[in-house]
């Protein structure tokens, strides 16, 4: 992929990022929404790939970031300021989410700490609002691919949902796998 420019208060490619890509590469395929997109990584590798994008962010300064980032990688997509599945219309082949996952401490507004990082008091608030909306937007047979950490007890979402590890990095103090959901993961009902 091309180069992705950092933006100033939008959360800044890294290892995370990095793992999820890869993942896109190989299964990301028509049309894409690219949840919480960022500086627009995922949707541009995407893009890059063919596929129709949406990104989508509730900041707008990441979506101006996303939409300057895919223009210097020469493709683009729809951009919806929406906050999770909020403002999203329509279903998807293919669902990305590199969601904020860290504990939080409860002083994230008060200290001006990264908001995109911080992932509730058990860093899964944002994971859990994703896997509660995300069939209702993901076509049959559609996939889902999910950057998760060992502190948000993925191996719980891995067996819940059916889903399979497609991706994994090992860190001193955790490890980050991408889950690939096919379908609505086997919840009943949905």
Not at 90 to 113: Q, R
Not at 156 to 185: H, M, P
């Amino acid at each position: 992929m091309g180069a992705i420019g950092a933006c100033k208060g939008v959360y800044e490619p890294r290892e995370d990022s990095f793992l999820l890509e890869e993942a896109v590469e190989k299964y990301a395929e028509g049309s894409v929404l690219d949840l919480g997109t960022g500086s627009g990584i995922q949707g541009i590798a995407a893009a890059l790939n063919g596929c129709m994008v949406t990104f989508s962010d509730i900041d707008e300064n990441a979506l101006n970031c996303a939409k300057t980032n895919a223009a210097a990688n020469g493709v683009g997509g729809d951009f919806i300021r929406s906050n999770m599945f909020d403002s999203i219309r329509g279903s998807f082949d293919t669902i990305v989410f590199n969601p904020p996952y860290l504990i939080s401490d409860g002083e994230t507004e008060l200290a001006g700490k990264d908001a995109s990082l911080e992932g509730g008091a058990s860093g899964r608030e944002l994971i859990d609002r994703f896997l509660d909306g995300y069939p209702e937007h993901l076509k049959a047979g559609g996939t889902a691919l999910l950057l998760e950490s060992s502190v948000n007890n993925y191996g719980g979402d891995v067996a819940t949902y059916g889903a399979v590890i497609v991706g994994r990095k090992k860190f001193f103090f955790e490890e980050l796998v991408v889950i690939k959901i096919q379908g609505n993961g086997g919840i009943d009902g949905i």
